[in-house]
Each structure stands twice: as structure tokens, then as C-alpha cells.
């Protein structure tokens, strides 16, 4: 099925050339976004970061050259780690947004490992089709506190950030959040902060600012350094 | 649809009002100008005062450029912009059209010009050849090249080019160069060496161009070779990495899509990409010149068009 990018049907269709790297030999940014969906996040909190989720895609829909080369895929972890939405070019009318249901721990550990494995394998899927790719952005969102080992996921995403460039961006929402645990993700890029778990008014400001910073992003070359667009006022920077 | 029409120049007389921002970059945004409606504005991000002199001077030279301030497919600066008598941009002239990025990918390239054919390619690469010839002659060269730096007429490929302040321009014995430099389509003598970046050649923008024009053709780049996929586009370049054969050995192969596309190229036009790439690559001389891809497009074109 074939829709137009700029329909208004809010219904989800994916097109079969999306996937089909024949047809969009594109650089790809890779973009990984993992999702606390444990039980503390049921509510309002879900309901703010699903708006935001669609504010994204929405954003880069809009920009020709971002929804041919964005790559995004959403991890939960809420009790377990699984992934919502498998890796998939914007391009198309409408990106399927999951529905995220809150449930269980915080195995935040566990999901970093996942991504990282996730990513390298769909760069070497890039590769094998001599297509260049940017470097991946990991978005991490919590709410609360890791309930697993999270500790050596740290050091190794940590790592990958400083060495290969890997741009990690941990944002933590409401009041219980652990925010020393999320800065030990991204060493040299503090975490955020969003005061209000359920302002979907700030959710939808992040994900505006990551669809900007993502299309810089997209306009340079693969290997230049990544500039992030200016951060909105109602996000927090935690020093 | 591209208009034609010379534009007014805007005097000093006319008071600038600005309107909306139409599109947001990495250096600035630009507004509409509801005072001049022939132009358009780009005011800068806020940027460091050595900085913003630096492109006011630029600026000031480019606007002593008359014939290619007239030229009506060049988005040429008309005005510098003042704010609290402080440089913030210029106006320039407003082409519309499409940007080529559309033309990157067969799923774009089908959504949102559906009706296009090779021969449009064609008239899009005589076009940008036949620009760059012209800003040539006045010793100013295309460093970043980018699909969002032209216009494209959806209708019959016509094609502009914006973007007009990150061109390399020399103004006596001062050369102003682009802030902004795009490894994937920089000539291999620049990657080796990122310090003549101030101050690049004809060679050198050729091979940028023809680069760009064999991304138009083909999707792809002639660089892009399975073999050494876990290098970047630079390193490929820099490497001379190529699939395009020539005098019998292949140094590597390439997607199934893009080599068809190559292939089915007429003859003249891979002579001229294995010019610009095989021979060419250490030799920049033998890199084809604007005015011979110009005439090499417009035959493809008429070829085409029947």
C-alpha cells in the first residue's frame, strides 16, 4: 500500500520499499530509543511520552532528506526487554507508533545491551549493502530506578560514546528518577530532566529537539561531529 | 514554479520588513521579506563577532558581483541586513522549485516526482554544469555541495542554486572560503590534505560536481564499493576505491541497482565519469570541465527527448 507522505491518516501503513535499501541507498542514522515502560510509568507519564513519540515522527516526516536516512527503532523495558518497533526508514505516510503498556521492573541494563547489539547488527546490514551510516544516537528515558545490573551497560555504552562517537542522550522524567545512574550512561553529556512525568508539553519539546538535532544531523557528511540543535527552556540540564 | 523575471534590486531607500521563517539551517534561518517580495532573507545565529565580520566581508564582495547578482538561477545576495546597525544576513533573490533531495532515493524520487524520467536528470545535470561553468568564469567555486544547495522546477528540471554564501569567492588577492565542507564529495588531493580547503580549484570543484552528478544518475557513488564497506565515503575516495573498471580491472564491485543504472548510461557519459574518476583521481587535470559536461548533458537530453 502505497501512501502519500503528507496524507493526514493517522493510520498505520508500511510501505514494503521502506525496508528495501535497493530503493533508498541513503546514509542511515541510526536511532535507538529505549523506553522505561515499568509499572510506575502507567498513567499519564506512558500516555506523555507516546505523544512525544509521534511528535518525532511527525517532525521527521516532515524533512525530506531526515525521513530518507532516519532509522529508528523503540526498545521497551518495562519487566522484561523487548523491541516495540523494528528498525525502520521514515519514509512513509505514517510510522507505525507502538502502543507502550506499563508493566514490571526497570531492566535498563539489560535494554542498553540489547540496543547496542541491535545497532552494530543493523550496521553491519548497512555495510553489506555499501551504505554509509552516520553515527547511531541511543535515547535512554527512565522514570525511576535500574532494577538490574546496569553498571557494566554503563561502562560499555559510555565507552562507545567517547571512543566511536556513539551520541547518547539519557532523559529523566519526574521526581524519583535516578539521575547519577543515567549520567554514568553518557559521561560527557549530562543527563536531562523533565520535572513534570506527565507534561506532555515538554515530551513533545524533547522529541521536537531530537527530530532537529537528528535532521543537522542528516544534512552533513557521515563523518563530521554532531551538532545538536538548541535546547528547549522547559528541559533541564542536570549539572 | 521558477520565475524568470529579474527582481528588483532592493535600494537603500526600501526599509526591510521581514516576514515568517520558511526554513531553518545549520547557520541560520531564512525569512520571507514581505517589503521585497522578489527575495527572500537569511539571517544568521547568533556567532561570534570576528566570525560575522568575516561573512559581512564576504557578503560585501559577492554583492560587487553584478553579473552573477542578475543571473536568475544563482540565489545571489542584493543587500546586506543590518539589526541595532549590526550585520544579521542579506536578501537575496527567491527561486522556487524542489530540492534535489528527492532525486537520492527511487521511493522519493517515485513519490514526488513521479512523472520524472532520465531525461530530466539530464537537463538537472546540464543545468548545475552550465552554473558552475558561469561562476567559474568569475573565479568562484561550489565546496559544499549538498542536495538542499539547488531548486528544482518539478516540471521541466530546471535547476537554481541557493546557498549561494558558502561558495569559495575571491575578492583581488583575498579568498574567502566555505565554513562548511562536505568530505563525501571533496576531491582526494583536499582529503589528503584538509589545509587547501581555503582555497580549492577548478580541479578540484569538478570533481565535487561530477560527483554529485553521478549521484543524480545513479543513486549512488562510484566509490561506494562492497569490498571496503566498513570505510567511510571519504576514505573510499581517498583510497581511489572504485567499481567503474576501466582498461579491464574492476577494483571492486557495487549494489546490483547502482550498476545498472551505471551501465545503462550512454557511452559519452561514462567516458566522462571515468575521466573524472579513474584517470583523474591523481591526475586533476584530466578531470572533464564544466563547459564539457554542459555539452555532453544537453546531448544526452536531446538524445532522450527524441
Not at chain 1, 506512558?46 to 516532515?62: N, R
Not at chain 2, 513521479?114 to 552550465?130: E, N, Q
Request: glycine share 6%; net charge neutral.
Amino acid at each position: 500500500m502505497k501512501t502519500h507522505p503528507h496524507s493526514s491518516s493517522s493510520s498505520i501503513v508500511v510501505h514494503p520499499e521502506i525496508i528495501d535499501h535497493a530503493n533508498n541507498p541513503s546514509p542511515r542514522v541510526p536511532l535507538a530509543i529505549l523506553c522505561d515502560t515499568s509499572f510506575s510509568m502507567h498513567g499519564a507519564p506512558l500516555a506523555a511520552l507516546q505523544h512525544g513519540l509521534k511528535t518525532l515522527f511527525s517532525e521527521i516526516q516532515q524533512d525530506m532528506l531526515a525521513q530518507l536516512r532516519c532509522d529508528p527503532s523503540i526498545w521497551g523495558f518495562g519487566g522484561r526487554v523487548s523491541q516495540l518497533m523494528p528498525w525502520e526508514s521514515t519514509f512513509v505516510g505514517a510510522t507505525p507508533v507502538p502502543e507502550l503498556n506499563a508493566a514490571g521492573s526497570t531492566p535498563l541494563g539489560a535494554a542498553v545491551f540489547t540496543a547496542i547489539q541491535a545497532i552494530n547488527d543493523r550496521r553491519d546490514t548497512y555495510r553489506a549493502n555499501a551504505i554509509p551510516s552516520y553515527a547511531p544516537w541511543v535515547v535512554i528515558f527512565s522514570d525511576g530506578v535500574a532494577t538490574d545490573e546496569w553498571r557494566e551497560a554503563a561502562a560499555k555504552l559510555s565507552m562507545l560514546a567517547k571512543n566511536s562517537r556513539w551520541n547518547v542522550v539519557c532523559l529523566g522524567t519526574g521526581p524519583d528518577v535516578d539521575l547519577e545512574c543515567l549520567a554514568k550512561f553518557s559521561p560527557d553529556r549530562p543527563p536531562l530532566h523533565i520535572r513534570d512525568a506527565s507534561s506532555c508539553h515538554s515530551f513533545a519539546e524533547f522529541f521536537r529537539w531530537l527530530s532537529a538535532s537528528i535532521k543537522i544531523t542528516s544534512r552533513r557528511s557521515t563523518s563530521c561531529q554532531t551538532t545538536m540543535a538548541p535546547l528547549p527552556d522547559c528541559i533541564d540540564i542536570v549539572e | 514554479m521558477i520565475t524568470n523575471k529579474s527582481v528588483e534590486r532592493p535600494t537603500l531607500s526600501h526599509p526591510t520588513q521581514l516576514g515568517k521563517v520558511i526554513a531553518t539551517g545549520g547557520e541560520g534561518v531564512i525569512r520571507e521579506c514581505l517589503s521585497h517580495p522578489g527575495c527572500v532573507a537569511k539571517i544568521y545565529h547568533p556567532l561570534e563577532e570576528e566570525d560575522l565580520s568575516q561573512i559581512e566581508s564576504k557578503i560585501g564582495a559577492m554583492l560587487k558581483m553584478t553579473q552573477l547578482a542578475q543571473h536568475s538561477r544563482l540565489a545571489w545576495p542584493q543587500k546586506k541586513l543590518y539589526q541595532n546597525r549590526k550585520f544579521a544576513g542579506f536578501l537575496m533573490r527567491k527561486i522556487d522549485g524542489m530540492t534535489l533531495v528527492p532525486l537520492s532515493a527511487e521511493v522519493s524520487k517515485r513519490t514526488y516526482l513521479p512523472d520524472w524520467t532520465t531525461a530530466h536528470i539530464a537537463r538537472v545535470v546540464h543545468d548545475i554544469a552550465s552554473l558552475c561553468a558561469k561562476l567559474e568564469s568569475h573565479d568562484v567555486f561550489l565546496t559544499d555541495v549538498s542536495l538542499t544547495n539547488f531548486l528544482t522546477n518539478p516540471r521541466d528540471g530546471s535547476t537554481s542554486i541557493i546557498d549561494v554564501d558558502s561558495l569559495q569567492i575571491r575578492e583581488g588577492s583575498r579568498v574567502f572560503g566555505s565554513s562548511v565542507f562536505t568530505p563525501d564529495y571533496a576531491a582526494p588531493e583536499i582529503l589528503r590534505q584538509p589545509e587547501r580547503l581555503g582555497c580549492i580549484g577548478s580541479e578540484q570543484a569538478r570533481f565535487t560536481i561530477a560527483l554529485l552528478f553521478f549521484q543524480l544518475y545513479t543513486n549512488g557513488s562510484p566509490f561506494q564499493v562492497l569490498e571496503y564497506g566498513n570505510l567511510e565515503p571519504a576514505q573510499q575516495i581517498t583510497a581511489g576505491r572504485h567499481f567503474l573498471g576501466g582498461r579491464g580491472v574492476a577494483t571492486g564491485t557495487t549494489t546490483p541497482e547502482i550498476f545498472r543504472r551505471y551501465c545503462g548510461l550512454p557511452r559519452r557519459i561514462k567516458w566522462m565519469f571515468k575521466r573524472a574518476f579513474i584517470e583523474g583521481h591523481q591526475s586533476p587535470s584530466n578531470r572533464p570541465s564544466f563547459n564539457e559536461w554542459v555539452e555532453a548533458a544537453k546531448r544526452h537530453y536531446q538524445e532522450l527527448r527524441g
